[in-house]
């Protein structure tokens, strides 16, 4: 299987594989501790991967939302998950077999789960997954939605599995069906609503969530998705529908559609590529969906610089507002200004509105790199090196940090003790998208995403072209 490689910025050096800590395998070699400590594109994505590859659940394989902090899966990890073991093979982190074997068990896993309407002792209903999922037997987490971006960002990853694995042998024939099997469950018009838009979710106790998908966001893939189903298709307008809210505004400088955290601006990137190709709102920007990630990521970092909150640390390299964990809620008064500290939150700057209180997630920068390499990388690195010992671990990066909260126990600043797994999977994906497109090119050939792609109204680019 051949992918376009595109161009790479490689920063700092490749770990090197060297006897015992603190040993120079050779003289003048740096020691194992420093070489560690290194930043490299290539070490980043293996720690990275071995979240998903090790974290995974004995058992029932779903990829937990948090680690060490054990509470429940999360279907959207476990979505991330599926393409990230397809990176771990192409970078030679496990075999195509081993992979193969991994993928065909969570698959299996998820098929064989219970669906029903009840409040308890199911994991989904209609083809949707409850957004988490226990951690002993991948039922229902307590009271959560069924939630259709959470099931939708799974489905995504099922079917570059599907595309994946197209070799003619037992295991990878078991795995193209299942993933068919999978999506073709999803009754997505069962989740519309009377404004013909799909809803956020349902609950057995309540009924339909009354939020739903519209205007920009991270549910572009979820649309998708549900216009390509030859089983429980969306109608020819949902997309109209869905654009019809859309906030087209300057921000730092830079028009543009707004969305203020950037997974908003990443999530849907991550499977599709949009460069090139446009729908009738893009047509008639003159811009495309990729190059308004461009524009999104870039004045995200400008507004960084800009720093009017004055925060600890915010600079050119140490930048990016996204959802993510924080240091915990406290309402308190920082340069004469009153000042909110969150837990968990989506933070994020547009013209829509402004959400920071200091906290910066290296995956704001890692899901973003396909659209400003030289910006995010150089931020990756940065954050890296500066805040080894701190934000980086066996799995790369932490969730997050903040250099501002006031906390006497912690003068160097707070930074999380978890990864979460909807936030590493960008990073593994989006720097393989950057590096190959490997995710990109096999989408590209999976006949459900091209047929909701058209029915959506994308043309252009290589959308024409054949698969």
Known sequence: MKYLFLPLLLWGVIACQ????????????????EADRAFSVDELQRRTFNYFWETALPGNHQIPDRWPTERFSSIAATGFGLTAY????????????EAAVRTRQTLEQLWSLPQGKHAAGVAGHRGFFYHFLTNDNALR?????????DSGLLLAGVLSSQSYFDRDNEE???????????????????????????SMGWHPERGYIPADWNGYNEAMILLVLAMGSPTHPVPDNAWERWTEDYQWAEFQGKEHLNFSPLFGHQYSHMYIDFRGIQDDYMREKESDYFENSRVATLTNRAYCIENPGGF????PNNW?????????????????????????????????????????????????????PEECLAALEYMWTTHYDSLVGPYGFKDAFNLSYPDPDRPGGWFDVDYLGIDQGPILIQLENHRSGLVWELMKKNPYIRKGLRRAGFAGGWLNRES
């Open 141 to 149: 987490y307590r009271q959560v939605e069924l939630s259709t971006i």
């Open 320 to 372: 990016g507002l996204t959802a993510c964990d924080g240091p915990g809620r406290l309402d308190t008064v920082r340069n004469g200004r009153p000042v909110t500290f969150y837990d968990y939150r989506a933070r994020g700057a547009s013209a829509r509105h402004i959400i920071d209180d200091g906290t910066i997630a290296p995956t704001a920068a890692g899901g973003s790199v396909p659209f400003a």
């Open 86 to 97: 397809l990176v771990g093979v192409e970078r030679g982190f496990v075999t195509r077999e």
């Open 18 to 33: 060297g006897p015992s800590a603190g040993v120079a395998e050779t003289p003048g070699e740096a020691p194992r501790e």
């Open 312 to 315: 600890v640390g915010y600079g």
């Open 172 to 198: 990878e024939r078991r795995i193209r069906a299942l993933a068919d099997s999978l999506y073709l469950r999803v009754e997505w018009d069962w989740m519309l609503n009377e404004q013909g838009r799909i």
